[in-house]
């Protein structure tokens, strides 16, 4: 299924191709203006700016709630029954240290809030959250995508092996560019047409 979109593209492999294109742009205007400094750190709220951002010339959800249910293999993103519940608890999550930010970054991954391009989202909100906390951000080119990946999906089950690929990569280039894009790169994205499809669900 193609999802709709504001290009009026009907090839999922062209709208893929567009989104990343397009995103990458995006990205690169919240770093240069600053603006991304404006957004909150930490909570749905300034996650959904974020996506708003990114992907508000592309689809018409950009920033909202996803109102279907989506799942990756056999794994099923929260019900959007409970979504909203579950982003509240996250929000008063507790950031302080390392373990307690991938922990939440973790389970923002479960709620995988949008319909579309929450990989990249939540990347640059991870990244933002290690900026304030820690004074580092994710080397994204130290980790190898594949491992990335695999550590993501199980994840939900047990989170020491993304906590250890991640902390291997921390830096504290935190202004640097080129470290703070590689983390849009669609290689890493669940959602894209070659690694990742959504596929929607009856609500029960």
Do not use: C
Request: hydrophobic share 40%; net charge negative; proline share 1%.
């Amino acid at each position: 299924m193609i999802l709709k979109n504001k290009l009026g593209l009907d090839n999922e492999i062209e709208l893929a191709k567009e989104e990343e294109k397009i995103t990458k742009l995006k990205a690169i205007e919240l770093f240069e203006t600053g603006k991304l400094e404006e957004f909150e750190v930490g909570t749905f709220q300034g996650l959904s700016q974020i996506h708003k951002f990114l992907f508000e010339d592309i689809y018409e959800f950009a920033g909202k709630i996803r109102t279907e249910n989506i799942s990756k293999s056999n794994f099923r993103f929260a019900s959007v029954m409970y979504l909203e519940e579950a982003l509240e608890k996250i929000d008063k999550m507790p950031q302080s240290n390392f373990d307690e930010i991938i922990e939440k970054y973790v389970e923002m991954n479960i709620a995988h809030p949008f319909r579309e391009g929450n990989g990249r989202s939540t990347r640059i909100w991870l990244d933002m959250i290690l900026k304030k906390e820690l004074g580092k951000v994710i080397d994204w080119s130290k980790i190898d995508k594949e491992d990335y990946l695999l550590a993501m999906e199980r994840s939900p089950i047990k989170n020491m092996e993304i906590k250890i690929l991640l902390q291997n990569a921390l830096t504290d280039k935190i202004n640097d560019r080129e470290v703070y894009m590689k983390g849009i790169d669609a290689s890493y994205h669940y959602e894209g047409y070659n690694l990742y499809k959504a596929k929607d669900l009856k609500n029960n």
